[in-house]
């Protein structure tokens, strides 16, 4: 039985960001880029599903707020690193202060 050609539902290196995408649906776009995400979208079924999603969920400006890494997960990726892997043997059980008894 032969394979019928199948259609990935994601995104290539061609589509628009969706940066992109969100700017043109807000008409933020300059011509060119209107151009090339109207042509993109005519033959892109991910981007054109993309498109609405990103009008109903997008919410603008989004605050992050930095901390630091709490020693015990340091750790672990330290020595979960291509540098500091160690056999299963040598790795010391770390303590997790949210996991305590």
Known sequence: MPLLPVNIFRKSAHCPASETLLAYRRSRVSRGEKAFVEAHLAHC????????????YSSGAEEVVLTQIPAYLKQLAEELLPNGVRTASRVQPIE??????
Do not use: I, K, Y
């Not at 079924?45 to 109903?56: G, I």
């Not at 997790?96 to 008894?101: E, G, I």
């Open 96 to 101: 997790n202060p949210f996991l305590s008894n």
């Open 45 to 56: 079924e991910f981007c054109s599903a993309e498109l609405p999603l990103l009008d109903r």
